[in-house]
């Protein structure tokens, strides 16, 4: 008998009931609007940017509209403007190159080496032609972010983390978003937390920080934020920063707060479930795992496979196998993007030299998603289904 499997690959849990009570609770007094507070209340948006600044270590945190927002924010405040060249990863979503584009800076594409990650050694060999990386850590896959920001300090490179898949995650202990200048987080539904909409933004230096609240859209009401600089450094800047209007309300922070508390765990019952479609696969012929290094916390809410150097039919043929099977596979080496696999090649608003060898990993990346709502056995079915669909064409030849 031939398996099929029958769960959706985008279905996310519900919203936990304390953080539907919380959002309740926002919606019957209608203080919606962060800077909407009775005599005396906190707030929840505040309190999330405190909770969020403490559970990651950092100085300051600001809560924003999106994480492409928190993205675009985290430019303008370390002073990118227009016409300036900003190195980004060639394998990262479009709304990296997009937040890069929309401060009217350039993005210089970095490559992509066979562990998913940025190339350090084109990352070197680049340093020179910016003074700002936008380091995504696509897919949840941490460089060698030692090595990065040695070679990063020594250019007088400053780093601004994309943290939309690795919120949870930690380079030798110290969680992602930590080492750059800037960590910019997503808490949109596909992410680790889920509120429809919506972006953190941490970072310790006090001037960005508050570059970042003023844009956000605080008008003159700094002081009603619990986890960020004091008053004095908003008036070196308040005069000089723009207000571009990205803020979260309380709605949203309300749901966040009690998800944020259960990250840790929800980590955990990711990692599980990737980790059982890795056994899984793992020793396939003609597919190659993506190794984990060991200073590397990471959150399995996805999980990425090579098929390296298979002809591109090979590749659709498993796709379609492993579809009619309800096995849901995206593959970065599309001709054409299909939902979110383009690639710097596919950004054409930004100029590219081509980079062989960062064309032939991405032809080959095959990337399924790991929702919470798959059981274990039903993670041992999906590997099953992909690891007889990949040999069935692999063999064929
Ligand atoms: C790698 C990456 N960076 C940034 C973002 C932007 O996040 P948002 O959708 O919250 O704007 C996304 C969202 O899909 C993403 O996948």
């Given at each position: ?23 309740l609770?926002v ?12 005599k ?10 405190q909770?969020?600044?403490a559970?990651?270590g950092?100085?300051y ?13 985290a ?14 990863n060639?394998f990262?979503?479009?709304?990296v ?8 800076a350039r993005?210089v594409?970095?490559g992509?080496t ?5 190339d350090?050694d084109d990352?070197?060999?680049?340093a020179?032609?910016a003074?700002?990386l936008?380091?995504s850590?696509m897919?949840g ?8 920001m ?7 490179i400053?780093?601004?983390e994309?943290c939309a898949h ?9 969680p992602?978003?930590r ?15 889920n ?11 006090e ?11 605080s008008y ?5 934020h619990?986890?960020a ?7 070196r800047?308040k ?6 209007s ?14 944020l ?22 020793g ?21 496979f090579?098929l390296?150097?298979?002809?591109a ?16 596979l995206?593959w ?13 090649d596919?950004?054409r608003?930004?100029e590219s030299?081509?980079?062989p ?5 991405l ?6 998603r ?9 993670c041992d079915?999906?590997?099953r289904i ?12």
């Open positions: 008998m031939t398996e099929t499997f029958s769960g959706s690959f985008t279905q996310q849990e519900p919203i936990p009931d304390e953080a539907i009570e919380a959002a609770a919606l019957r007094h209608g203080r919606l609007h962060r800077y909407n507070l009775a005396g209340e906190l707030g929840e948006t505040a309190l999330l940017e909770e969020f600044a559970q990651t950092a100085r945190c600001l809560a924003v509209a999106s994480g492409g927002y928190a993205l675009a924010t430019l303008r405040a370390v002073g990118v403007g227009p016409g300036d060249a900003v190195l980004t060639a990262t979503l479009a709304p190159p997009g937040a890069i584009a929309s401060v009217g993005p594409f970095v992509v066979e562990s998913l990650t940025i350090l990352l070197a060999a680049k020179g032609t003074r700002v936008m380091l850590h897919r896959h941490l460089c060698d972010m030692d090595r990065l040695q070679i990063c300090d020594d250019a007088g400053t780093v601004i994309d690795t919120m949870g995650a930690a380079w030798n202990g110290v992602s978003g080492q750059g200048a800037v960590g910019c987080y997503s808490c949109q539904t596909y992410k680790h937390v509120s429809g909409e919506g972006g953190l933004l941490i970072t310790d230096d001037e960005i920080a508050a570059r970042a609240v003023m844009m956000s859209g003159m009401l700094y002081e009603r619990l986890a600089p004091g008053p004095e450094v908003f008036e800047i005069y000089h920063t723009p207000n571009i990205g803020r979260m309300d309380n709605l949203r922070a309300a749901i966040l707060r009690p998800q508390r259960a990250l840790d765990a929800q980590v955990a019952r990711w990692n599980e479930r990737y980790q059982r479609i890795e056994a899984g696969l793992r396939t012929p003609g597919l190659t795992v993506i190794e984990r290094p060991e200073a590397e916390t990471y959150v399995g809410s996805s999980i990425q090579l390296l150097d298979w002809a039919d090979k590749v659709q043929e498993v796709l379609r196998r492993c579809a009619a099977r309800g096995v849901e995206k970065f080496g599309t001709p054409e993007p299909v939902g979110f696999t383009s690639r710097y596919s950004w608003y930004a030299a081509p980079m060898a960062s064309d032939r990993v032809a080959g990346i095959v990337d399924m790991v929702p919470l709502t798959f059981s274990l056995e039903d079915l999906i590997a992909i690891r007889a669909e990949v040999g069935a064409v692999y063999q064929g030849g």
